[in-house]
């Protein structure tokens, strides 16, 4: 399995992105049975979790996104996306998508995301 985030990049506060993360080399049935969420990690800080979507479907976020942020996915295109709204600086960070596939571990590369004015 392999995972591809794209959707990264600069916007000033306030603004939105939308993150996605393409799967590849993953059955349908295994990829729609998965868990997966988005992490991100700013510098000098821990990674941490921003939000999960459960293979039943059940969304969980970060108290610092929810309200801001909405996790989804697509299963006929294997895809995994967040999109993030009233972005303020806090939320600057490398974005990582990881999907458990029957208790392995999967992380795409990270994604840049930079708020400033």
């Known amino acids: 399995v392999q995972l591809q985030a794209s959707g990264g990049g600069s916007v000033q506060p306030g603004g939105s992105l939308r993150l996605s993360c393409k799967a590849s080399?993953?059955?349908?049935?295994?990829?729609?049975?998965?868990?997966m969420e988005w992490y991100r990690q700013a510098p000098g800080k821990e990674r941490e979790l921003v939000a999960a979507l459960s293979s039943s479907g059940n969304k969980n976020y970060a108290d610092s996104v929810k309200g801001r942020f909405a996790i989804s996915k697509d299963n006929a295109k294997r895809t995994l996306a967040l999109q993030m709204n009233s972005l303020t600086p806090e939320d600057a960070a490398v974005y990582y998508c990881h999907i458990d596939v029957w208790g392995t571990h999967y992380w795409g590369q990270g994604t840049q995301v930079t708020v400033s004015s």
């Open positions: 080399r993953i059955i349908l049935s295994s990829f729609s049975s998965a868990s």
